[in-house]
């Protein structure tokens, strides 16, 4: 019988509390608050300046507190109690969920799920995009659909980077040095109650890793530090930067991730039923777990074949060209004296030459080690993101596959991006619970209930939260052009920028080249006309990251800084800097418009569409990722058709034409169009077929049904009964 895992964690920072709010400590060190907007605003309450410069309840207990004051107020402690009381119930139930009431009796044991990034909340920095987000939300859902997981992931000490443009467009990298102590994490404890520490086995030397833990409501994510004081100083950067550049640095952190991980997972006596790689960076937990068996006496045959059992894949990228892989000697020579044995007692014996050829891509080229091929071959299930990034798979990989790659599409966590004044009014006339999404409120049900929802309440809502994008975004974007030296008259027409009246298209990713940020900038002129249309304005927001190394998405930022600069464009077209999830819930609550038109088939799902869709802002995108199966013809609009021209130029071309069509025949008049109250019924209604037709089917909970039907219950049913 499957429970819930608890892991024994150290006590956190010693802040003083009064006994009557001892209640606190634990609210500020389970992330539950992170998608609990009501606990955010009470710490908020405790030292508003300090939440604003943290933005974390740790940070917040740290500081200096007027408690007086607040045990003064009868409003705050009720409030605090009914928090208090809220997550209280959300930890000690779960017994009576859908897991448990289907499942229970196919798991001996949790789900442990490996990803190289987790993106929870702004203040816990340790992810750099979709993929991490996706890893977020996966474990918020299981937490509220109480499935026994256990994360496994990487304490970055200095994240992913910090993002600035200065005054000439051009992208600059900051690594912040985060504190612990005044962050949600804890260390975990060893069995005799000492702080867990783990060794990877490097060339000639032992590497530590100090494992914490972060509590993501009833799921508990370990996360493995090598910045210890045991550690070599050339070692202990091994874990601070996220995506790390160099090579043989980045194999470091594979390793630790994927043999650490597992390590960490037997030091503290979890025997996972089910092991989920979530991309292929921690693959190296399959090669750990075969030197186990071989260390304990099996063939290396059988030790392999017991791996996959109960190990599944999870595919995030479409071509070859994407997925990580590394030198194949570089391997050898790093991973080798670890999995090989090198003559110790106990250290297994995976020989390298199996290992390597095991990670021959499909390119058959041997000088390489393919972290996805084998992920691929070494484990019993694997999906894809996307039905069409399903297809796309199966196409790439079918050369090395022993079965179909399923397609199993991404979802989001719907509390976490839903915005409050919607969620409000959605909760209010359709008796939906964003916090229960089981699998009692499917499509229909209660999401064919929207037609209640008045008009005016579902507009105003929305309004509303245009609002908060206004406001917030017009602080940011002050401070960034003070910083680049303007004059205090520009800084001065900033505060009516964005005005909530005028259509408002957001467009926020990695800055890549192949999803053409700069698609709607192919025609200056034309796009000058729209959004200086003095009836039917338009004006766009961008924001994003392009990977430190990546110079051509450096170039693709810069070039729209300039345009946004430009006398044309300039009060129009906004790029906001350091885009992180705290921009992503302003900009996916509070636009009108979700742009998306990335190169098809090469986007495998994205998720920042679902987030905005289940928000009623309408998405315009290629038939690429989700959008390839979320278009229903009346929730959206599609940008050209399922066919690609090989030649890139002219698809792009006839992309921006549509693009341009799009927006002057169908979306700007439906936007400005008013009925006799003064509304635009019409696109209320389109909002209405967005939210309806994305927020339960592109939602995590959907999808965490799926995964624990086609690829966990199967594995785990494989693993106890070594059925192949
Ligand atoms: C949702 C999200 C993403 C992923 O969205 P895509 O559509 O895949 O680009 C990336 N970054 C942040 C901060 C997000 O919130």
């Not at 017009?474 to 030296?485: K, T």
Request: proline fraction near 5%; charge should be negative.
């Amino acid at each position: 019988m499957e429970t819930l895992v608890r892991v024994p964690v150290a006590p956190g920072a010693p802040f003083h509390l009064p006994p009557r709010l001892e209640g606190l400590r634990r609210l500020a060190y389970n992330l539950w608050w992170a998608w609990h907007p009501r606990a955010r605003a009470m710490f908020s309450r405790i030292d508003a300046a300090g939440w604003a410069r943290h933005r974390n309840p740790v940070a917040v207990l740290s500081g200096q507190v007027n408690w007086e004051g607040l045990l003064d107020s009868t409003a705050f402690l009720a409030e605090y109690e009914s928090i208090l009381a809220e997550f209280d119930a959300y930890m000690a139930g779960g017994d009576d969920h859908w897991f448990s009431r289907r499942h229970g009796k196919d798991f001996d044991g949790p789900i442990a799920y490996f990803c190289a990034e987790f993106g929870f909340h702004e203040s816990l920095a340790i992810y750099s995009g979709g993929l991490g987000i996706l890893a977020g939300d996966h474990m918020k859902t299981a937490s509220d659909m109480a499935v026994p997981m256990v994360g496994v992931g990487l304490m970055y000490r200095k994240g992913y980077f910090r993002q600035s443009i200065d005054a000439d467009g051009h992208q600059e990298h900051a690594y912040p040095d985060f504190d612990l102590r005044s962050l949600p994490v804890l260390r975990a404890l060893d069995r005799l109650g000492e702080p867990l520490t783990v060794s990877v086995e490097l060339p000639g030397r032992e590497l530590a890793a100090a494992v914490w833990v972060a509590q993501v409501g009833r799921i508990p994510v370990l996360l493995l530090d090598t910045d210890v004081p045991d550690n070599d100083d050339s070692d202990r950067p091994i874990t601070h930067i996220l995506y790390v550049r160099g090579r043989e640095m980045r194999l470091h952190q594979e390793l630790v991730l994927g043999v650490g991980g597992t390590r960490a997972l037997r030091a503290l006596e979890l025997e996972p039923a089910v092991w989920h790689l979530n991309e292929g960076h921690s693959a190296f937990l399959l090669a750990e777990r075969a030197r186990e068996q071989v260390a304990a006496g099996a063939s290396l045959d059988d030790a392999l074949a017991t791996v996959s059992r109960n190990a599944v894949f999870t595919i995030h990228t479409p071509v070859s060209a994407g997925n990580e892989r590394f030198d194949a000697e570089l391997v050898r020579r790093v991973a080798g004296p670890l999995l090989d044995g090198d003559g110790r007692p106990n250290t297994g014996g995976v020989s390298m030459d199996r290992v390597l050829g095991l990670g021959l891509g499909v390119e058959g080229d041997h000088t390489q080690f393919d972290m996805t091929a084998f992920s691929l071959r070494l484990t019993s299930n694997s999906n894809a993101v996307s039905q069409l990034h399903g297809h796309t798979a199966n196409g790439t990989w079918q050369a090395i596959m022993p079965r179909e790659i399923l397609g199993l599409t991404n979802g989001v966590h719907t509390p976490s991006w839903v915005g409050q004044p919607l969620r409000e009014v959605l909760e209010r006339h359709t008796t939906a619970d964003l916090d229960n999404m089981d699998d009692a409120q499917e499509e229909g049900r209660f999401w064919g209930r929207l037609a209640r929802v008045p008009t005016a309440e579902l507009w105003e809502a929305h309004q509303r939260q245009k609002l908060e994008l206004a406001i917030f975004a017009r602080g940011r974007l002050r401070s960034q052009f003070a910083r680049h030296g303007e004059a205090p008259g520009t800084l001065e027409e900033l505060e009516n920028v964005l005005d909530p009246d005028v259509l408002t298209i957001g467009f926020a990713r990695r800055f890549a080249t192949y999803k053409r940020a700069s698609l709607l900038f192919s025609d200056i002129d034309r796009l000058a006309r729209l959004v200086w249309d003095a009836d039917r304005p338009l004006q766009v927001v961008f924001a994003g990251k392009a990977h430190p190394a990546d110079r051509p998405g450096q170039g693709v930022i810069q070039d729209i800084f300039a345009k946004s600069r430009s006398s044309k464009l300039r009060g129009r077209v906004f790029i906001m800097e350091d885009y992180d999830i705290r921009i992503a819930r302003f900009l996916v609550a509070g636009v009108d418009v979700w742009l998306n038109n990335p190169r098809r088939p090469l986007e495998a799902s994205g998720t920042s569409g679902m987030k905005a869709s289940a928000n009623g802002v309408l998405n315009v995108s290629v038939l690429d990722g989700w959008w390839d199966e979320g278009w229903t013809g009346d929730n959206g609009w599609a940008i050209g058709g399922r066919e690609q021209n090989p030649d890139e130029g002219a698809q792009d071309w006839a992309d921006a034409q549509d693009l341009y069509r799009i927006l002057e025949q169908e979306l700007i008049p439906s936007y400005y169009e008013r009925d006799e109250n003064g509304l635009p019924a019409h696109w209320v209604q389109l909002m209405r077929n967005s939210i309806s037709s994305t927020i339960w089917r592109f939602s995590t909970s959907r999808m965490l049904h799926e995964y624990v039907d086609r690829m966990y219950a199967p594995a785990a049913i494989n693993g106890r009964t070594g059925a192949a």
